[in-house]
């Protein structure tokens, strides 16, 4: 399968959306229970990098298939260089290596912007995300237990991380 690997345009954001509500509803990737505006989801992601993943073949046919971005974890200026992960894949085309061309993509230019730590909260349900984060170099650094609710239910996640050996190493 022939998949491009483009920087994210605002024109993609209907696209976005919809693999990102498509996420939502599986209640496994997130505790967002709607996506929110281009304006909203624009002012809570770094500038750069973003990407999706334009495959060329298949269901796709030359539609986004997935998206990668980046959020801050912190506005503290020592927190500059830790970002956190977002990696959502269109369900028709899941299992493709989608998913691992947007992280891996993620993981070159996040080093390319300065970002010393990548991180990643992931519910322990989603094997196929926890799978995908290990391939590329991320750890598993804890289980935040009953952190948050989900519909009325405590929900755990583990927390990955992925430090670089190229930036923040002196």
């Given at each position: 399968?022939?998949?491009?690997?483009?920087v994210?345009?605002?024109?993609?954001?209907?696209?976005?959306?919809?693999?990102?509500?498509?996420?939502?509803?599986?209640?496994?990737?997130?505790?967002?229970?709607?996506?929110?505006?281009?304006?909203?989801?624009?002012?809570?992601?770094?500038?750069?990098?973003?990407f999706?993943?334009v495959?060329?073949?298949?269901?796709?046919?030359?539609?986004?298939?997935g998206?990668?971005?980046?959020?801050?974890?912190?506005?503290?200026?020592?927190?500059?260089?830790?970002?956190?992960?977002?990696?959502?894949?269109?369900?028709?085309?899941r299992?493709?290596?989608?998913?691992?061309?947007?992280?891996?993509?993620?993981?070159?230019?996040?080093?390319?912007?300065?970002?010393?730590?990548?991180?990643?909260?992931?519910?322990?349900?989603?094997?196929?995300?926890?799978s995908?984060h290990?391939?590329?170099?991320?750890?598993?650094?804890?289980?935040?237990?009953?952190?948050?609710?989900?519909?009325?239910?405590?929900?755990?996640?583990?927390?990955?991380?992925?430090?670089?050996?190229?930036?923040?190493?002196?």
């Open positions: 399968m022939k998949t491009e690997i483009r994210m345009a605002e024109g993609d954001w209907e696209a976005v959306r919809d693999i990102y509500r498509a996420g939502i509803a599986t209640g496994q990737a997130t505790f967002e229970t709607e996506a929110p505006s281009w304006t909203a989801w624009n002012n809570g992601h770094l500038p750069a990098p973003r999706v993943a495959s060329n073949e298949g269901i796709s046919n030359g539609s986004v298939a998206w990668a971005a980046l959020s801050a974890v912190s506005s503290r200026s020592a927190y500059a260089g830790v970002a956190e992960v977002s990696v959502y894949v269109a369900e028709q085309m299992g493709a290596g989608i998913g691992r061309l947007l992280l891996e993509s993620l993981v070159k230019a996040s080093e390319e912007n300065r970002i010393w730590t990548l991180q990643a909260s992931i519910f322990p349900e989603n094997t196929a995300s926890i995908l290990n391939s590329c170099g991320f750890r598993e650094v804890g289980r935040r237990q009953r952190i948050a609710k989900m519909n009325g239910v405590w929900r755990d996640t583990l927390l990955f991380e992925r430090r670089s050996e190229v930036v923040g190493i002196a």
